[in-house]
Structure formats: structure tokens, C-alpha cells
């Protein structure tokens, strides 16, 4: 028993005496995740530090010609376009029913649509409505009536 008092009675005497390496290992095990999981923590983390460079040097690669070169083509549909110089022709007050059937014509250089409204042709009437014209940014789908001659 005065033995086992003596170690009692010195706090710290545990602490103060050197670990063997297997009692290092022992608490490794204790605190950090199992084997299996740094394995396989270990084999994550190689391809990842390789992927920051392909990435990195993927944009590099792409992005001069997306910001030197205009987009591949237009944004809008052909139909959209129409149906949005429809609309706006008749809020202007245009009857869309004294116009040929137009069509859309994109213009890549300044990113702009146009749809041209042509005059019907009635038989023993002649010519009916003035022809105008509509833009249409395509970005933005800003919209512009050009009145005709």
C-alpha cells in the first residue's frame, strides 16, 4: 500500500516519463481516423493537387478566344425576335395585318436583329400600309421601330 500511495500522491508522475514509440502509435490510433480513411484521404489529395494546374491552365487556354472573338451566333431565335417586333409594331399602332409576313435577319457584326414589314399588294387597291422596320438588340432585347418612306 505505501507504494501505491507514493504514486498517488505525485501529481503529474505519469506524464513526466517518457513514452515509448509504440505508446505514440497507440494514441495516434486513439485520436486520428482509422487507417482505411487517411488511405484513402491520402490517395484523394494526390489527384487534387494535380487538378488546380489543369484548371488553372484550361481557362487560360479558352479565354483568349471568348474575349477576343463575338459569341458563335445569336442568343434569340428567329421566332422570338418576330414575335417581340409584332408586339411592339402593334403597340405603336402598326396593323400587322396590312404587312407581309416578315422575316428576321441577324447582323453578327453589331449583334442587332432586324425584321423588315413589306407592303401587301391587294388586287384593284394597290399598295396598303407604309413599310417600316424593327430592331432588335440581341443581348438585351432593346427595341427600335424605324418608320418608312
Known sequence: MPHEKSNQGVPGAAVKAT???????????????????RMKAMSEASPKA???A??????????PPTTSSP???????ATEVIDLADAEARTQGYDLGE??????????TDGTWSVSYAQK?????GEVGTPFSVTVEDKTKKISIVPGR
Do not use: E, F, N, W
Not at 54 to 63: L, Y
Not at 121 to 125: A, F, K, L, Q, S
Open 121 to 125: 399588294y391587294v388586287d384593284g387597291m
Open 19 to 37: 513514452p515509448s514509440p509504440a505508446m505514440d502509435d497507440s494514441l495516434r490510433s486513439l485520436i486520428s481516423p482509422p487507417s482505411l480513411l
Open 99 to 108: 404587312y407581309q409576313r416578315p422575316q428576321a435577319h441577324y447582323a453578327a
Open 50 to 52: 494535380s487538378l488546380p
Open 71 to 77: 459569341p458563335p451566333g445569336p442568343r434569340l431565335s
Open 54 to 63: 489543369k484548371v488553372s491552365s484550361s481557362p487560360q487556354a479558352s479565354a
